[in-house]
């Protein structure tokens, strides 16, 4: 059974703009099984550590500032390959460079609005869960796992 798990959170644009459900919906459809999922308002400083590795951007102050403009989704996905299918779903950084069918491509323009992030790695998936769900994930075996999975 895929064990691999990724972060997504839908950003404060695309809660705001009501995109939650057709993000989850696309996910869904695609076979993924959602695990966790909670609406959060994170504070400066779990926002600097989620995205501690930019801290030296120049466009750093304004991200943190973007994702405390409201609410976001906090989310954890499991299947097999989610980490990368999961920035698929998503498509580029820069919403322009991303094709139609993904979800930047399809409701974004600007890089500093993008609408939502997954994690990059296996293993900064599971930083970035332990840093948002603290209290750990559990989940339950699907039924429907025999048709999704050969
Ligand atoms: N970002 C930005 N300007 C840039 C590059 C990135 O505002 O020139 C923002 C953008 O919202 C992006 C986030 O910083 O989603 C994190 O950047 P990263 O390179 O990790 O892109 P991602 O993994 O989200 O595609
Ligand atoms: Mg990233």
């Given at each position: 059974m895929a064990t691999e798990r990724t972060y997504i959170m839908v950003k404060p644009d695309g809660v705001e703009r009501g995109l939650v459900g057709e993000i989850i919906k696309r996910f869904e459809n695609k076979g993924f099984q959602l695990i966790a999922l909670e609406l959060k308002t994170p504070d400066q400083e779990h926002l600097e550590k989620h995205y501690a590795d930019l801290s030296?951007?120049?466009?750093f102050p304004g991200l943190i500032k973007y994702m405390k403009s409201g609410p976001v989704v906090a989310m954890v996905w499991k299947g097999k390959g989610v980490v990368k299918a999961g920035r698929v779903l998503l498509g580029e950084t820069n919403p322009l460079a991303s094709l139609p069918g993904t979800i930047r491509g399809d409701f974004a323009l600007d890089v500093g609005r993008n609408i939502a992030h997954g994690s990059d790695s296996v293993e900064n998936a599971e930083k970035e869960i332990a840093l948002w769900f603290p209290k750990g994930v559990v989940h339950h075996d699907r039924v429907i796992e025999k048709l999704i999975y050969e």
């Open positions: 030296s951007k120049p466009f």
